[in-house]
């Protein structure tokens, strides 16, 4: 199994470019089941999430056509599709559940793998079940399979989430694309990510407009167009080497984000230290050795982000004093704060609320990673750690960093994959 080593105690200097989102191209990938017309889809990351989903959507018959270089890929739809999506391309990654709305949409039938457990929480589809069922899908679940129809196609319905769910969200928004008449949803989730898949639908034509902060009206329409669309830069990964900078006390420049798309944690980061500098289309960040301890709560955007709670606690460990950080969307989130205890960190959970200790100097270790954001947690924690650590299990990490050794290693990181 592959491993990462890093030796701490390099101040990271010099340009990132921020690669395309992850999390904006799963459910575009998933949306261009709707369409029998040719899609080309640019700035994918390369990413293994993205490789899975591309793997789904070959599995069902779609005629895909890449070309990894330019990171972009055209996809045709066009043929007899299967609307089955196996266990074990769903199990890895659950976004697969992604597929469900435009099966739904398109075939009025769909069998699809439950996303099954993941380590920050149970994670269920209820949400995205229950919604769908007031457009007209009937569905069993059995055999760890969801098995689901609309005999008589998808009817838009008048639909208020329960809870702010971006997966959920986003098949909503999908199936309503095809469905017969008009679709308004209300309490969406608002990510940036949602607001890039609703652009790419109506880029391929269909009718969606903005009615309110959280309320979107979707017509649907039968027929799509030929289209080309170049995906979102990935916030996260922009918000994870803003991190790097400020944790290493280093300096970068990150190239290819809007400042706008990630002002939540730009006003964070300042608030505590960290001095950034805005420009179109990128950001100078210039950390410090005096960085003030705070609170934070985790939200649905525009608040902070739980894909960056791990990356932050990293730097609150730094801190002057006590801070709090309030995981607010996942329950189990905080598996990596006993990794970074063995490295020194001294930080306590109760319930949903973590108490990290500042003016820690953490220490190497070996190190096992547990999801996707804890592995690059650890990497960031092993920058700053005294002498040579080990982190373990980076296949995680590899479902969502594109070249991350490269892009560190380029700002003066000393790190390496060994097999
Ligand atoms: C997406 C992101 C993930 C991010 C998360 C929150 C992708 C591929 N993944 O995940 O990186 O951390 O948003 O910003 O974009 N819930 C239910 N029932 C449901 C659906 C969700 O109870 O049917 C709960 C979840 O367990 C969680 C909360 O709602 O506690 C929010 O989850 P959701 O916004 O749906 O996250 P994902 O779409 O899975």
């Given at each position: ?7 701490g ?31 080309c ?34 996809i ?15 199990k ?5 559940i ?13 069998k ?5 457990g ?85 880029k391929?034509?269909a009718?969606?407009?903005w ?35 400020a ?11 809007d ?6 944690e730009?006003?964070l980061l ?8 805005n ?10 050795n ?35 950080i ?6 189990n ?20 609320k973590?108490?990290i ?46 070249s ?16």
């Amino acid at each position: 199994m592959q491993k990462l080593e890093v030796l701490g105690g390099k101040k990271l200097r010099g340009q990132v470019d921020i690669s395309g989102s992850k999390n904006a191209s799963l459910p575009i990938l998933a949306a261009t089941i709707l369409s029998e017309e040719k899609i080309c889809l640019t700035n994918l990351p390369r990413v293994k999430d993205i490789e899975t989903m591309v793997n789904l959507l070959k599995s069902i018959g779609s005629n895909i056509k890449r070309d990894s270089k330019k990171k972009s890929l055209s996809i045709t739809n066009n043929k007899k599709l299967k609307f089955f999506a196996p266990y074990n391309l769903v199990k890895t990654m659950r976004a697969g559940i992604l597929v469900l709305g435009p099966m739904l949409a398109r075939f009025h039938k769909a069998k699809v793998s439950l996303p099954g457990g993941c380590s920050i929480g149970t994670r269920p589809i209820d949400i995205h079940l229950n919604c769908l069922s007031k457009l007209g899908v009937e569905y069993k679940i059995s055999n760890g399979y969801v098995y689901a129809s609309a005999k008589n196609g998808l009817v838009g319905a008048r639909i208020k989430f329960p809870k702010i769910s971006v997966g959920a969200t986003e098949n909503l928004i999908i199936a309503a694309s095809r469905a017969k008449g008009a679709t308004i949803l209300s309490n969406c989730a608002i990510e940036p990510e949602i607001k890039d898949l609703v652009n790419f639908l109506n880029k391929i034509g269909a009718k969606i407009k903005w009615i309110g902060k959280r309320t979107v009206k979707i017509f649907g329409v039968k027929k799509f167009k030929e289209s080309k669309y170049k995906i979102m830069p990935d916030r996260i990964e922009a918000g994870t080497y803003m991190i790097a900078a400020a944790i290493t006390e280093g300096k970068i420049l990150i190239k290819g984000i809007d400042p706008k798309l990630i002002k939540a944690e730009i006003d964070l980061l300042k608030k505590i230290g960290v001095k950034i500098f805005n420009f179109k289309n990128k950001l100078k960040v210039i950390g410090s050795n005096d960085i003030k301890n705070t609170i934070i709560k985790t939200a649905p955007y525009p608040g902070f982000p739980t894909d960056l709670q791990a990356q932050i606690m990293v730097l609150l460990c730094k801190a002057k004093g006590l801070s709090i950080i309030s995981e607010e969307i996942f329950e189990n989130r905080f598996m990596h704060c006993g990794e970074l205890n063995r490295m020194g960190a001294k930080i306590i959970i109760k319930g949903s609320k973590a108490y990290i200790s500042g003016n820690i100097k953490l220490k190497s270790a070996e190190l096992m990673a547990t999801d996707l954001r804890a592995s690059v947690c650890l990497i960031l924690a092993a920058l700053i750690a005294k002498g040579k650590s080990t982190i373990n299990r980076i296949y995680h990490l590899d479902r969502g960093y594109e070249s991350i050794e490269k892009k560190l290693r380029k700002i003066g990181a000393k790190i390496k994959r060994k097999s």
